[in-house]
């Protein structure tokens, strides 16, 4: 069983960055999509930011260029660099991978963007 661990989050002032966390129980780069998701209350979850095996990436409308993801050299953690964060970005944060047809997603790491 692959175990994801996301760790990160935490309390963070309008304009403020974090960077999130997530380590595989099994090297990242044998996935062939790795990506962060994001859950704020009372909506639905949607993604943030995937990044394939080969290193492609792609963002959703909302990040407008402040949010980057990555990978270490080594493969074994994914990132997600979080910069001018507002409180339209408190949520919770997920990492997910897919290996073969099975998508495997981590517990959850709390952002919250408050004053």
């Known amino acids: 069983q692959v175990q994801l661990v996301e760790s990160g989050g935490g309390l963070v002032q309008p304009g403020g960055s974090l960077r999130l966390s997530c380590t595989a129980s099994?090297?990242?780069?044998?996935?062939?999509?790795m990506a962060w998701y994001r859950q704020a209350p009372g909506k639905e979850r949607e993604l943030v930011a995937r990044?394939?095996?080969?290193?492609?990436?792609d963002y959703a409308d909302f990040v407008m260029g402040r949010f980057s993801i990555s990978r270490d050299k080594v493969g074994s953690t994914l990132y997600l660099q979080m910069n001018s964060l507002t409180s339209d970005d408190t949520a919770v944060y997920y990492c997910?991978?897919?290996?073969?047809?099975?998508?495997?997603w981590g517990q959850g790491t709390q952002v919250t963007v408050s004053s």
């Open positions: 997910a991978g897919a290996l073969g047809v099975t998508d495997f």
């Open positions: 099994r090297n990242i780069f044998s996935f062939k999509m």
């Open positions: 990044i394939t095996a080969g290193g492609s990436t």
